[in-house]
């Protein structure tokens, strides 16, 4: 257990609808990533959030929002669901500034299924 | 743009044979590298990664790897594998400088039969 956890576990949706995921880091860690894994393939990096501002970007649209908190968890957003987003939602904490490298721990995911 | 390629989609291996998965990075700046694991069912762990120093890097459950500079590789190894390594094998790398972003690999499904 690395100590990131996700919620919900599961979710389906249909197509134009939006949906909020969210991820609480592990103790200690302020940088919350989130990726995008679709079936057979590796997770593919959406955004980034260190202390509450987002820190950078990957390619996906503008339809995929963020937010950070004070107590650095994270939400994910995704606006006007098609169906090519359903996947696995990937978050992931670490903390640069821990003098030990930027490693980052994975929490289990959000299966999200868009018909 | 960074790529990881990750040769082998698919592995079978009999239990106690040894293991080898490729993972080659495009990338010529310092970078950091990392083997992640996905057991059926689970969330993604971290096996090991390479940061500096010996490029020789032990991780958990008797894996290494071995971070090849000239090759822009970083090939993971067990020498005998047990049925309870089946799983999805992750290669990931990491620019040093900069805003830094994980990229994947599409991964390797590894199927050991007991």
């Keep these: 257990e690395t100590g990131v956890t996700q919620s919900p576990t599961h979710l389906i949706k249909t197509r134009g609808q939006q949906v909020t995921l969210r991820c609480s880091s592990q103790s200690g860690h302020n940088t919350v990533s989130w990726y995008q894994q679709a079936l057979g393939q590796g997770p593919q990096f959406i955004f980034q959030y260190y202390r509450e501002e987002e820190n950078g970007r990957g390619n996906f649209p503008p339809r995929f929002s963020g937010l950070q908190f004070p107590n650095y968890s994270s939400e994910l957003n995704v606006n006007a669901l098609e169906l090519d987003d359903s996947a696995l939602y990937l978050c992931a904490s670490s903390s640069p500034t821990s003098g030990r490298g930027d490693t980052q721990y994975f929490g289990p995911g959000t299966r999200l299924t868009v018909l | ?114």
């Design chain 2, 1 to 114: 743009a960074q790529s990881v390629s990750q040769h082998n989609h698919h592995v079978i291996l009999s239990e106690a044979a040894s293991l080898e998965l490729g993972c080659n990075y495009s990338y010529g700046g310092t970078v950091n590298l990392f083997w992640y694991v996905q057991y059926p069912g689970q969330h993604l762990q971290l096996l090991l990664k390479y940061f500096s120093g010996d490029p020789l890097v032990k991780g958990i459950k008797g894996f290494e790897a071995e971070f090849i500079k000239s090759k822009f590789s970083f090939n993971l190894r067990k020498p005998s594998v047990q049925w309870s390594d089946t799983a999805e094998y992750f290669c990931a790398v990491r620019r040093n400088t900069g805003f830094q972003k994980l990229v994947f690999g599409t991964g390797t499904r590894l199927l050991v039969s007991p």
